[in-house]
């Protein structure tokens, strides 16, 4: 199961960080990723991240405002996002796979947590 938390409503410029909480005895051992998907829009990947952190993955659109992170001890994935636009209000979603993906194409989904950047 994958739990999305951390969004709201946050200024242009501002900040918010992203939590995921994975819970299963191989959750570890997932790859994970956010993805989101604005109103009227189709699901875009955001980012990603091998199970031993290894390796990182970015949309072009989020390169060098977005950072993914795991914790694996607390089965926690991060997403802490920088300088953000209005753009990038949409509805963020944690995935976990065992092939990590630069596509939506993910087997386990959580629930999505609201981010609203208006001022």
């Known amino acids: 199961q994958l739990q999305a938390s951390g969004g709201g409503l946050v200024q242009p410029g501002g900040s918010l960080r992203l939590s995921c909480a994975a819970s299963?005895?191989?959750?570890?051992?997932?790859?994970m990723g956010w993805i989101r998907q604005a109103p009227g829009k189709e699901r875009e990947f955001v980012a990603a991240i091998s199970w031993n952190s290894g390796n990182t993955y970015y949309a072009d659109s989020v390169k060098g405002r977005f950072t993914i992170s795991r914790d694996n001890a607390k089965n926690m994935v991060y997403l802490q996002m920088t300088s953000l636009k209005p753009e990038d209000t949409a509805v963020y979603y944690c995935?976990?796979?065992?092939?990590?993906?630069?596509?939506?194409?993910?087997?386990?989904w959580g629930q999505g947590t609201q981010v609203t950047v208006s001022s």
């Open positions: 995935a976990a796979d065992k092939i990590i993906s630069t596509t939506t194409r993910y087997d386990y």
């Open positions: 299963g005895p191989t959750s570890s051992r997932y790859h």
